[in-house]
T-cell receptor
Framework: DVKVTQSSRYLVKRTGEKVFLECVQD?????MFWYRQDPGLGLRLIYF???????EKGDIPEGYSVSREKKERFSLILESASTNQTSMYLC?????????????FGAGTRLSVL | GNSVTQMEGPVTLSEEAFLTINCTYT??????LFWYVQYPGEGLQLLLK?????DKGSNKGFEATYRKETTSFHLEKGSVQVSDSAVYFC???????????FGKGTRLSVIA
């Protein structure tokens, strides 16, 4: 089974802190994604990556950056956390070709910024 | 651009009731269509998909038919169970290399 592991289920941070959310997948997938999920707004794509050291902006990249130094790991970075970044963050991965739209998701990290 | 519109929830049904969750889409070309499901405390997982017009995707008693004429992909189940309580997301993918476009999700609660 594909496994996508997010490093924390719950995280509490202070305004202005630099926050790292880590995601690791074990299926050698080329593609990785970061979303945030908020009530009434559904899933919104923050950043995605189709290969190591590559990144593409999604719909709401402001206030975030990402790092993909290894194929299996995709990190989301909040450079200076703000209260409006309190949310559920979901990481996903997918293969290539016909499998690129079959995304496998982690269980999520619920981040609270105080 | 591409977009997906789902019926707003929450939807509350009694066990064994018939379920329909509406999904319509806007896209250029011929997208592939998906339903993902998110059970409480978990990430999303693929429920079913259809890649061309008139295809029917099915899984776990759920079905959805790709209707190009009405640009729809409604999710149906004949008899829901309490264990079907979850959030359901409709999504589309175009033929290019852009990521999936998700609807906002519909929360389903099934009561015994």
């Amino acid at each position: 089974d594909v496994k996508v592991t997010q490093s924390s289920r719950y995280l509490v941070k202070r305004t202005g802190e630099k926050v790292f959310l880590e995601c690791v997948q074990d299926m050698d997938h080329e593609n990785m994604f970061w979303y945030r999920q908020d009530p009434g707004l559904g899933l919104r794509l923050i950043y995605f990556s189709y290969d190591v050291k590559m990144k593409e902006k999604g719909d709401i990249p402001e206030g975030y950056s990402v790092s993909r130094e290894k194929k299996e790991r995709f990190s989301l970075i909040l450079e200076s956390a703000s209260t409006n970044q309190t949310s559920m963050y979901l990481c996903a991965s997918s293969g290539s070709g016909d499998l690129k739209n079959i995304q496998y998701f982690g269980a999520g990290t619920r981040l609270s910024v105080l | 651009g591409n977009s997906v519109t789902q019926m707003e929830g929450p939807v509350t049904l009694s066990e064994e009731a018939f379920l329909t969750i509406n999904c319509t889409y806007t896209a250029t070309g011929y997208p592939s269509l998906f339903w993902y499901v998110q059970y409480p405390g978990e990430g999303l997982q693929l429920l079913l998909k259809a890649t061309k017009a008139d295809d029917k995707g099915s899984n776990k008693g759920f079905e959805a038919t790709y209707r190009k004429e009405t640009t729809s992909f409604h999710l149906e189940k004949g008899s829901v169970q309490v264990s079907d309580s979850a959030v359901y997301f409709c999504a589309l993918a175009d033929s290019g290399n852009t990521p999936l476009v998700f609807g906002k999700g519909t929360r389903l609660s099934v009561i015994a």
